[in-house]
């Protein structure tokens, strides 16, 4: 293997004659320092540009967050929580996979290196499959971009079979993963061993997209769809924070984050009939109780209204809550307000799966070279790049998440 | 040198001759030949742009449009202008087709730093181009470059197309801006300190600068706009309660910055060319160098000069007017440090000389004349109106284009190894200067007396001044005419150029010309850039050689000395 004590006299030598540079270093570069240097500070300015790109979706967003926060307060109830913190601690992971894969391309470990490239590429694979199941439910419910948008709080919404948004989002991944399948049959029975080392993690990757679509429609899917009236998942999220409030005695089950299934119904009938006020207890309820402490009575009131809103049950009374808060109703009853929302969250988070999408082709392309040793201590750059690349994204997404789902 | 002592500097194999066919030229990874083939494209688009120019200056000859075009037309064709000038031609002008060709060379480097990237973006620039051709073709454009909603969200004209490749085209520039800054980071030869850069290096890597981080706020806000059109997303879009002053924010955060990535590669050519041509060393080599870099980064805190007619608060036009000015110390620093170049330099009158020297004139026009639009109750008279055009096109036209046109002079000879016809050079830019003053400066006299920019018809009072300035641009495009033939035909019949014509001092005179495949058979040694002491006129191959300094080492007077102090000289 060339080594870098030959390449010093390569960058005097007066002919190009490459027989002195390894066979990964480019003709330009004198040194392997060089070539790495210069990818690193290139793969840094890209990274700024990707942060001025974004800046201007998180600069719409604050403008627009300023001008009509109640849009955004109330808006913002139909977004996920807990699919939303899947995806976080997800991404998180896949951080770590991606800096460990590093680590074992410098260590020259290069199965390892495949495997943690695979799971990154995993991970990113499960985060879309869990955003498939969000955008799907949302774009159900007509939550979509101000042109389009068609929320409907008085209407009902039946869930028979899979959303023909979801099927769209999934059909790709579907003929990628049965095509991915085929492929690891086929040179597994003829036991190539380079290509069973490239589509076993790809395979991989294929099936968590539906391991996250199963368990995004198991989160989703906490929520009771029966009865007349479509509580719609954020409802019982916005409940179950004001449970401490608001009612815990009077049986709303907070839901396990973790097993949503087998949770009853939401009894929000009973909700309805005494008001928030009269129902909270403890020492927020003695003090609501006080004719003079408005503004605990405003912030109960607030909430139950909110969560009235959220669960689509909103009728009458709008009037009798003063304030920003009595504006909500008409902020996402308006198509042309609550859409905005839903356009940023779109734009955001559709421009932050699309950079995972990319980022999936480079982790793919990485590991088919891995899987041919390409990489040693002297050559890691690509996985480097790629590393700081998938950082990025995942920094962008620790931004978005309290950004549109944290912050109400 | 080695060099020059060949057949006056052409070497007969060059980048030109290493490999033939033409998919050794669409997929080449040399610099040099993506530098070539982004000249041919962005000439095109030039030709293209500038008939469309004359197309609007002959329609303006009289008063209700002398041209058969529908008022709707007329406004297809100056947006086409604009569009095509700022996006297709002046942006990747400088940077891409010269400094491609150039910034390896003069750091001595064989190529970029990342040769395929650079294919890349030429590619994406072409793919850019056709959507942009595509919006031509299907339903035009008429929004005029800058896309203002809501206008832009309401017209049935080919928006989406025009944006998308706009979008396209930033990309390329972005990714040529993020090579630059890579190659002259890591690629300097050993020897060559940041202070030791050739001045036009400088520039690009400020210009660099503003293209990677300005260029992605174009890329999302084209996006949104896009978002705009197929979505009805709200942000930009009065009918969906979006604000169109956030899309001007949007759009003049980058197209700001845009301006100092027009003008900055510019004041790099006419640092060279003034030094070169007057064989005097750059005066103020630092001031000159870190005024580039304070236009890069004030550039980023005046966008909202575009905007004092568009409804912010009283301080914020207060804060933007204030910092507009601020930008004029750094450029008055430039203008000053070249005057102070050329005095009692032996000025050459050569060709790009004289282009410089125009640059000189009108660019400073073109920036005292800002203050006018910096300044507040100024501005409202003049907002819109052909005063603001005038002032623009003093700028980018006789800024920009005059400075590429007299860098294209200068580097020909390196690049194609040909010297052209002088006569016909100076003629050009003589017909070049008086064509753009005849052009232009009546439209400073119209703009003041409220004629207002983009519109198909006028009053009859200012018919005169319309005529003169339609002249001045058939004249203007003749002279530019002139100047293209006098390159051809040094293209075929030029005779073969000297590796150093003009007694330049930088890397890129070095080599021959035109360059070897490597550019550089040997580590050129690194000196002074502005260093003309040792550089001769060799009338035997009309150009100039390199001679060796007289050495100051010891031996002369040791060697007088005994045995004993030599050694201890030793």
Redesign the interface.
């Known amino acids: 293997m060339a080594t870098t004590e030959a390449l010093p006299h390569d960058?005097?030598a007066?002919d190009?004659d490459h027989g002195d540079h390894p066979a990964f270093l480019?003709?330009?570069?004198d040194t392997p320092e060089?070539q790495f240097?210069?990818g690193k500070?290139?793969i840094w300015?890209?990274l700024?540009?990707?942060v001025?790109?974004?800046?201007?979706?998180f600069?719409?967003y604050a403008?627009?967050r300023a001008?009509?926060p109640e849009v955004f307060v109330g808006s913002s109830v139909f977004l996920n929580t807990q699919l939303g913190a899947v995806n976080t601690g997800v991404l998180l992971f896949s951080s770590l996979t991606m800096a460990w894969a590093v680590r074992c391309a410098q260590l020259e470990q290069h199965r390892m290196l495949v495997g943690m490239l695979g799971a990154t590429l995993g991970c990113a694979s499960l985060f879309l499959g869990v955003k498939s199941i969000e955008y799907s439910h949302k774009m159900d419910l007509g939550l979509?971009?101000?042109?389009?948008y068609s929320y409907d709080p008085h209407a009902v919404h039946h869930h028979e079979g899979l959303s023909p948004f979801l099927i769209w989002m999934a059909a790709p991944f579907a003929i990628a993963t049965i095509g991915l399948l085929v492929w690891y049959v086929i040179a597994k029975v003829r036991k190539n061993a380079f290509q069973s080392l490239v589509a076993g993690p790809l395979l991989a990757a294929g099936l968590s997209f539906f391991a996250g679509v199963g368990l995004g429609m198991l989160l989703e899917s906490g929520e009771s769809t029966e009865g007349v009236e479509h509580v719609s998942e954020s409802a019982e999220e916005s409940l179950a924070e004001i449970g401490p409030l608001v009612g815990e005695e009077e049986g709303i089950h907070r839901q396990d984050p973790v097993e949503p299934t087998g949770v009853e119904p939401i009894d929000a009938a009973d909700a309805e009939n005494e008001p928030a006020v009269a129902r909270a207890t403890g020492v927020v309820g003695q003090l609501a109780q006080q004719e003079t402490n408005s503004g605990v009575r405003q912030q109960l009131l607030a909430e139950e209204r909110q969560a009235e809103m959220a669960s689509g049950r909103i009728t009458t009374s709008a009037e009798d809550v003063t304030g920003p808060v009595g504006e909500l109703v008409q902020a996402i009853d308006t198509p042309?307000?609550g859409?905005?929302f839903f356009?940023?969250y779109?734009?955001i988070t559709g421009?932050h799966a699309f950079h995972i999408l990319v980022g999936m082709g480079f982790l793919t392309w990485l590991i088919v070279r891995a899987a041919r040793r390409e990489f040693e201590s002297n050559y890691f750059g690509p996985v480097d790049y790629v590393g700081l690349y998938w950082h990025i994204v995942d920094l962008i997404w620790i931004y978005v998440f309290p950004l549109l789902y944290l912050i109400r | 040198m080695a060099t020059s002592a060949t057949h006056a500097g052409y070497a007969a194999d060059n980048y030109l001759n290493h490999s033939r066919g033409l998919a050794s030229w669409l997929f080449t990874l040399d610099h040099k030949r993506i530098g070539v083939m982004y000249l041919i494209g962005i000439l095109t688009s030039f030709l293209v742009g500038g008939l469309l120019a004359m197309a609007i200056r002959a329609h303006l000859m009289a008063p209700d449009g002398a041209l058969p075009l529908t008022n709707d037309q007329y406004n297809q064709v100056f947006t086409l202008h604009g569009a095509i000038m700022v996006f297709l031609f002046i942006i990747p002008s400088v940077p891409a087709a010269l400094g491609n060709f150039l910034v390896p060379v003069m750091l001595g480097?064989?190529?970029?730093?990342?040769?395929r990237m650079n294919l890349g973006s030429f590619y994406l620039w072409c793919f850019g181009a056709l959507f942009l051709v595509g919006a031509l073709l299907s339903s035009g454009l008429d929004t005029g470059w800058t896309f203002y909603t809501p206008y832009s969200t309401t017209t049935d004209t080919s928006v989406v197309l025009a944006t998308f490749g706009a979008f396209v085209l930033g990309f390329s520039s972005?990714f040529t801006g993020?090579?630059f800054?890579?190659?002259i980071?890591?690629?300097r030869p050993p020897g060559m300190t940041w202070f030791r850069m050739p001045l036009f290096l400088w520039a690009t890597y400020a210009t660099s600068i503003i293209q990677?981080?300005?260029?992605?706020?174009l890329?999302?806000?084209l996006?949104?706009l896009i978002?705009e059109r197929t979505?009805?997303?709200?942000?930009f879009d009065p009918e969906?309660?979006?604000?169109p002053v956030?899309y001007q924010h949007?759009f003049w955060f980058y197209s700001h910055p845009a301006v100092y990535i027009m003008i900055l590669p510019g004041f790099g050519i006419i640092s060279e060319l003034i030094s070169v041509h007057s064989h005097k060393g750059i005066f103020g080599y630092r001031f000159i160098a870190y005024s580039s870099i304070a236009i890069a980064l004030l550039g980023f805190l005046v966008w909202g000069h575009h905007m004092f007619t568009s409804g912010m608060s009283n301080l914020t036009t207060i804060v933007f007017s204030a910092l507009t000015f601020s930008v004029s110390i750094p450029s008055a620093i430039k203008v000053f440090n070249w005057l102070a170049t050329m005095y009692k330099g032996s000025i050459s009158l050569t060709t790009p000389m004289c282009y410089a020297l125009s640059f000189l004139f009108l660019f400073t026009i073109g920036g005292l004349t800002g203050l006018f639009l910096g300044t507040l109750n100024t501005d409202l008279h003049l907002h819109d109106t052909y005063f603001i055009v005038s002032h623009f096109h003093y700028v980018m036209m006789g800024g920009t284009v005059v400075a590429f046109v007299g860098g294209l002079f200068h580097w020909w000879p390196k690049m194609f190894g040909r010297m052209y016809n002088e006569f016909w050079g100076r003629i050009s830019a003589a017909i070049v200067f008086i064509g753009f003053n005849l052009t232009f400066f009546p439209q400073f006299i119209l703009g003041s007396r409220g004629m207002p920019r983009r519109y198909a018809t006028y009053d009859v009072e200012f018919q005169g001044l319309h005529q003169m300035s339609s002249i001045g641009a058939f004249l203007l495009g003749f002279g530019l005419l002139v100047a293209g033939l006098t390159l051809l035909h040094a293209l075929f019949k030029g005779k073969l150029a000297p590796s150093n014509p003009w007694g330049g001092a930088t890397l890129e005179w070095h080599c021959s010309s035109p360059p070897p495949h490597?550019n550089f058979?040997?580590?050129p040694v690194v000196g002074d850039p502005y260093e003309f002491d040792h550089i001769d006129y060799d009338r035997s191959i009309d150009g100039y050689v390199f001679t060796s300094p007289p050495r100051e080492v010891l031996p002369k007077t040791p060697q007088a000395e005994p045995a004993t102090a030599k050694d201890s000289h030793s």
Do not use: W
Not at chain 1, 26 to 29: D, E, L, Q, W
Not at chain 1, 52 to 57: C, E, P
């Open positions: 960058a005097t007066e190009h480019a003709h330009h570069f060089q240097d210069s500070l290139g300015l890209f700024v540009t990707e001025m790109m974004f800046s201007g979706l600069c719409a403008i627009y001008m009509r979509l971009p101000a042109g389009f042309r307000l859409g905005v356009s940023i779109y734009c421009l | 480097a064989k190529d970029v730093a990342f040769p972005i993020l090579n800054i890579v190659t980071n890591t690629m990677v981080l300005a260029t992605p706020v890329g999302i806000t996006l949104l978002a979505m009805h997303i709200g942000i969906y309660n979006g604000d956030t949007f490597y058979a040997h580590a």
